[in-house]
């Protein structure tokens, strides 16, 4: 995966041309068309001794395919982007997004490990 410096922050290119756009919170094609938006929550660790270190989970709000581009895989290679970056930066992934929870996880149940349960503390909003 390459990294490109830009003036709006580091920028990410993943498989299939997908842009990790770090300071708008998203994955996108290169031409901003369609894309997946997230948002980042601190997770709390369970510590014995105090002062817990957080594990983000990155919360996946909104994809977004255009009509024009529907049909091509789209969805599912930023969705593919967003849970190997995950996976990258040892974070958890929390999917609101019904496309993510509904149709993407059922075909792609390897990425179910990253997904934050219920079972663990909830997260606070960033």
Known sequence: MAK??????EREE?????????EARRFETP???AYLQYRLLPQPRSSSGGGGATTAVMDLVHTYVPGSKRGQGLAARLC???????????????????????????????????????????????
């Open 80 to 126: 593919d982007a967003a849970f190997a970056h995950a996976r990258r930066h040892g974070m958890r992934v929390l999917p609101t997004c019904s496309y993510i929870s509904d149709t993407y996880l059922p075909r792609n149940p390897l990425w179910n490990e990253l997904v934050f349960t219920e079972q663990e503390p909830k997260p606070s909003s960033m």
């Open 4 to 9: 490109e410096g830009g003036a709006g922050g």
């Open 31 to 33: 031409d901003g068309e």
């Open 14 to 22: 993943a498989e299939g041309r997908i842009v990790w756009r770090e």
